[in-house]
């Protein structure tokens, strides 16, 4: 479940050329994700990378996640 939903992610990420900067990529509906890289797929990596930390920290901290193309990841508090 979390593979399919880090792929949906991934999927509506945005990517732009950044005159002597490379490139900027960032995931809509996600606050905070956003990576830089020379290439488009260094840049796709590195977001992807710091998709998977905002993930673990939202599901770490109870935060609501939102829904990428209908896949979403429920948390529950158990205590």
Do not use: N
Not at 29 to 35: K, L, P, Q, S, T
């Amino acid at each position: 479940m979390i593979q399919e939903y880090l792929q949906k992610a991934m999927e509506t990420a945005s990517y732009e050329f950044l005159e002597e900067e490379g490139f900027y990529g960032s995931i809509p509906g996600a606050a905070g994700v956003w990576a830089m890289g020379e290439t488009v797929e260094e840049c796709r990596q590195e977001l992807l990378e710091v998709l998977k930390e905002w993930v673990l920290i939202g599901v770490a901290r109870g935060d609501e996640l939102p829904a990428f193309d209908e896949v979403e990841l429920k948390v529950e508090l158990v205590g």
